[in-house]
């Protein structure tokens, strides 16, 4: 009987380092084929944002200066959305951006994007932790919920977001700030808990009172001006309380598209153990998709778990690289378990697994 489990652990070890070699094998391949895409050019993001983002706000008013029975102020409001979207997404580029690198395009962005839209850039520095092997997955992953282990009611409520983080934003700069900046207790629960971009209102990001520098508190006091000039406006009647609910609109449309995005671009299969770099890859998704997947997927956010593998490949190269490795790599590589044709495939399957759940099935039997 010794024996046999002997020779048991024996084969299994056998068959993990054959794995791990095989792994090893597949990310040095892929790394070899992606070489020359990691190159970042600045005056594609100058370029880009800088369209995107004066387009949009263009679209965004004429669509609140125009009353909502029009049809052109709901075609400038479409537009205003995706564009703004996009425009808002280069957040994750600068966060990926080696920390000396294009430190005034980061400043602009701020000026023209973080704070007009109320989520300057050092809000989204946990993103980080999503690509850690130590915490992507974990209850340290602010961008991560275990839905496919959930119920359908977790999914249900992961949605409803979208209706009160505009408010719960607006409430953070307008009144929480001031009182935060009044207490150091107050000000360090602030920067723990209210200070990250997440969907998991649970998670604590331990570095931020450390890492919160003097240009980041600058950002979020001239955000907390923004936000009283917004209603200041409205109290002095130089702006018609009427922009309000129609600003809110925008920002819930906005989120819908994000959270959308964010149900498809997981398999969310994480127990909350610490995974490795390949399984946070497999994990992931690639969405070959349509035009319409590239309005919801901004920035190259459709290849998802591309940009896990190789975080470092700035968002204009993800789709060629993704080609080429679709090209080059064998059927049987790793890299063909990513893939998915569509969004709708993707978020199918993840339901799937979560109405396949012991505990759906027997409720749905009760």
């Known amino acids: 009987m010794n024996q046999l489990m002997g020779n048991e652990s024996k084969a299994g070890r056998k068959q993990a380092a054959a794995t791990a070699d095989s792994h090893r094998e597949f990310y040095q391949s892929a790394r070899a084929i992606c070489q020359e ?31 909502m029975s029009s049809a052109l102020a709901w075609m400038c409001f479409s ?34 994007a973080g704070v007009p839209m109320m989520v300057p850039s050092f809000t989204y520095q946990s993103h980080l932790h999503h690509h850690s092997t130590r915490h992507y997955g974990t209850e340290n992953d602010g961008e ?35 009182i935060s900046l009044c207490h150091s207790r107050l000000r360090r629960w602030t920067l723990l808990h209210a200070t990250s971009l997440v969907i998991n209102f649970q998670f604590e990001n331990h570095k931020r009172p450390e890492l919160q520098s003097a240009e980041d508190t600058f950002w979020e006091l001239l955000t907390t001006f923004r936000v009283y000039v917004m209603f200041g406006l409205v109290f002095f009647g ?6 309000l609910p129609k600003i809110y609109l925008l920002a819930v449309f906005i989120l819908a598209m994000n959270h959308i995005r964010t149900l498809a671009a997981h398999r969310y299969t994480s127990d909350g153990s610490t995974v490795s770099h390949l399984d946070q890859f497999l994990d992931s998704t690639n969405i070959t998709g349509s035009w319409l997947t590239e309005l919801i997927c901004p920035l190259g956010l459709r290849y998802h778990a591309l940009h896990h593998l190789f975080p470092g490949i ?37 339901i799937n697994s979560v109405r396949g759940n012991p505990t759906n099935v027997h409720e749905a039997a009760a």
């Open 238 to 243: 130089t702006m018609p309380i009427e922009r």
């Open 37 to 67: 895409f990691f190159t970042v050019k600045p005056v594609v993001y100058w370029l880009d944002f800088s369209i995107s983002v004066t387009a949009a706000y263009v679209l965004a008013s004429f669509y609140l200066a125009m009353p």
């Open 314 to 350: 700035p968002y204009y190269n993800l789709g060629v690289a993704h080609r080429k490795l679709i090209q080059n790599l064998p059927a049987d590589s790793l890299y063909h378990e990513a893939a998915y044709p569509t969004m709708k495939s993707a978020i199918a399957e993840l």
């Open 79 to 112: 537009g205003a959305a995706v564009l703004i979207y996009r425009a808002s997404m280069f957040i994750h580029e600068i966060v990926h951006l080696p920390g000396g690198e294009m430190k005034f395009f980061r400043r602009f962005w701020n000026f023209f």
């Open 144 to 178: 991560y919920l275990p839905l496919a282990s959930g119920t359908m009611g977790g999914v249900f409520i992961f949605l409803t977001q979208i209706f009160f983080q505009p408010l719960l934003v607006v409430f953070r700069y307008l009144v929480w700030t001031p």
